[in-house]
């Protein structure tokens, strides 16, 4: 289709060059990587690295025009000494017709007209391929092994970078989980960890006993679902490159109220799919079937009434969770709610989810801030704070 060579030798060179050649860029990107300590370092560090690949492979800038001062990043490009074995690969051993002559006479003969491109020879109406690339590119067919081998010792070079800068840079290894807390609402019992003084059995009993007493009044806070959600014979389909395909076919189920009922399947068997659908939440396709709350049909009321959990947990870095809680509380709850008893159920919510010892930590980033888990009881918590009437949709929350 591209019109290359399909010869035996130059098809398995072609091959052979560009597998290696993807090996090389690969572990250059990874000892990028390896070496810088943020991803704004490596991303700006890449971004030089391949504009002077692409500047300096002698083919968008032939060599007699790159500058003196930077003519020697070529030599330290592999992906010049791929280039020029693919370019030689493809113009060794041909001829080629010119289309252009000078002067440029109706009759020509003898050795007094030449082709108008670099390497042509006068009184040849032809162009060798080598001469070409020799003489505009500076590619030279007798190189293709000698690049060859130079290509594997930049994979050998940056693979053994990498695996230094792996063992040297701390950034690449695993760090423990940091909790950064507002100014002034650090825990008492973390600061008092040190001096602590352990308990007796017997308050130790009591304490866990108030616990539980407390676990119970918080999750009496929940208002009780007597509501049942069902759905028959639900069929969703969509376009995909104008061919229709079916995602859901007659898929039937029931919700019983007060209870968690879990979905479960291999990968990409559809769960996420039939949640979105179920809780309204697909912005294409098709939808048939039916849906009921309590025998009747469902109305525009119904996203109001359920939370949503994604995947991905999507919160504020700077805010704490305390704050993002009373956010989806004052934004999702109904205004004639009055905003103390929204954030008497947002504490309600902290307790249920045992989230007292982190409620003023800072959501941060991943290594400085809340870990998955904790991320993964804030997502949770958000949608609790939004008090949904009927359901909570959860899609893999563990």
């Known amino acids: ?3 290359l060579r399909r010869e035996p030798s130059q098809f398995f060179l072609f091959f052979l ?14 000892t990028m990587a390896a070496l810088t300590k943020t991803v704004s370092q490596a991303m700006a560090l890449s971004g030089v690295l391949i504009l002077a690949i692409v500047v300096y492979t ?22 010049y000494y791929a280039f020029e074995i693919l370019v030689a690969n493809e113009f060794h051993g041909r001829e080629f017709t010119c289309s252009g002559f000078v ?3 109706p009759v ?3 050795d007094s007209f030449v082709c108008s491109v670099r390497g042509a020879v006068a009184g040849e109406r032809t162009v060798s391929g080598d001469a070409f690339i020799a003489s505009q590119y500076s590619y030279y067919y007798s190189h293709d092994w000698r690049n060859f081998g130079i290509l594997l010792a930049f994979l050998f070079f940056f693979m053994a970078v990498y695996f230094v800068a792996v063992e040297l840079n701390s950034s690449t290894t695993s760090t423990a989980e940091v909790l950064v807390f507002r100014r002034g609402h650090v825990p008492a019992h973390l600061k008092a960890i040190d001096n602590a003084q352990s308990n007796d059995e017997e308050s130790g009993a009591s304490q866990k006993t108030a616990e539980v007493e407390n676990k119970e009044e918080t999750m009496n806070a929940i208002p009780p679902v007597r509501d049942l959600f069902t759905w028959r014979n639900v069929v969703y389909d969509i376009e995909i490159k104008g061919n229709p395909r079916r995602l859901l076919d007659n898929v039937s189920g029931w919700v019983k109220p007060g209870t968690l ?8 068997a559809g769960k996420t799919t039939l949640l979105d659908v179920l809780a309204q939440r697909t912005s294409m396709g098709v939808i048939t079937g039916d849906m009921f709350v309590n025998g009747k049909p469902l109305d525009s009321s119904f996203q109001r009434k359920t939370g949503y959990v994604q995947q991905q947990d999507l919160h504020l870095a700077t805010a704490t969770v305390r704050e993002s809680l009373r956010f989806s509380a004052m934004l999702r ?5 009055p905003k103390q008893e929204k954030y008497d159920y947002v504490e309600d919510v902290i307790k249920m989810l ?36 009927l359901l909570l949709f959860l899609d893999e929350p563990t």
């Open 1 to 3: 289709m591209a019109g």
């Open 58 to 79: 002698g083919f968008v800038v032939p060599p007699t025009y790159m500058k003196v001062w930077f003519r020697w990043i070529r030599w330290i490009n592999p992906i």
């Open 17 to 30: 060059v560009a597998y290696i050649s993807i090996f090389v860029m690969s572990a250059m990107f990874r």
């Open 108 to 110: 020509l003969s003898g």
């Open 261 to 268: 009922t879990a979905l479960m399947g291999t990968s990409g």
């Open 333 to 337: 709850q109904p205004k004639s709610v």
């Open 354 to 389: 045992n989230m007292e010892d982190f409620a003023e930590a800072v959501v941060g980033v991943p290594g400085e801030g809340l870990n998955v888990e904790q991320r993964k009881l804030l997502t949770i918590g958000v949608e609790l704070a939004a008090k949904p009437k």
């Open 103 to 105: 002067p440029g006479y």
